[in-house]
């Protein structure tokens, strides 16, 4: 066989997908936030969600640095450097968005106003115990920015990490080793694999990724799980909004 071939063949392999890509991700969590909802999103995967409300549902996203009626990422001829959402990157805001200064923006994240918030995780514990902000490392750099207010003032906390680090190891964990953002904060977990509830009798895997099995995923994850009575196999369409 020629050896360019067999080159690019087994290049396909290693780089075929498993399980969800970000995109597919993002689009399951959006499909569990309820019509109506105030909804703030984290810097990363999470900010993807606003693109796929599912039709006929109205979700209002706020962003901490002072703008609740935040759109989608603007089109070249909608583009206001100006405008930008707390991760610094251009928005478009809604017909009937309101701006304020960041401090009433805070009072809404700790008078308990947001519905939900979607943010990324370096570490979940069984308990819900969320490690986002540094890996306490001398040289780490921190980036707490508002996580510490939205997971102690948000009702609903949604987290989206892929399932393992670059290296393999486990980010769902019996205990998290980093600092944490904050305690027995986090309701729901979708990874790349699976979905995964936090429960009071434990972590219940209720969701798997096509082409994943439980053992699959209970191999990658440092704690161990429990499977819901019934697991769903979700085969999401990416270009579904």
């Known amino acids: 066989m020629n050896t360019l071939a067999t080159s690019n063949q087994q290049s396909n392999r290693q780089t075929a997908q498993i399980g969800w890509n970000r995109e597919q ?92 918030c979607v943010l990324g995780a370096m570490q979940v514990s069984a308990k819900g115990d969320l490690a986002n902000w540094s890996t306490g490392a001398v040289d780490a750099i921190p980036a707490v920015g508002g996580a510490m207010d939205l997971v102690a003032g948000v009702k609903t906390i949604f987290i989206i990490t892929q399932h393992t680090t670059k290296t393999g190891d486990a980010k769902i964990l019996a205990e998290c080793s980093f600092p944490l953002t904050g305690q027995k904060v986090v309701n729901r977990i979708y990874t790349d694999l699976c979905v995964i509830d936090v429960r009071p009798e434990g972590l219940m895997l209720i969701e798997l990724a096509p082409g994943i099995s439980f053992d699959y995923v209970q191999q990658r994850t440092g704690v161990t799980l429990q499977s819901a009575a019934h697991v769903t196999m979700n085969n999401l369409n990416e270009g579904q909004k």
């Open 25 to 116: 991700m993002a689009q399951r969590c959006a499909q569990d936030i309820e019509d109506g909802s105030y909804v703030n999103l984290g810097i990363g995967i999470p900010e993807k969600v606003a693109q796929y409300v599912p039709d006929g549902r109205e979700v209002i996203y706020h962003t901490e640095n002072g703008l609740l009626g935040m759109g989608n990422s603007p089109t070249a001829d909608e583009h206001d450097p100006d405008l930008i959402n707390a991760g610094k990157k251009a928005v478009t805001a809604i017909p009937g968005a309101a701006y304020f200064h960041h401090g009433d923006s805070f009072a809404m994240i700790r008078g308990n106003h947001i519905d939900v």
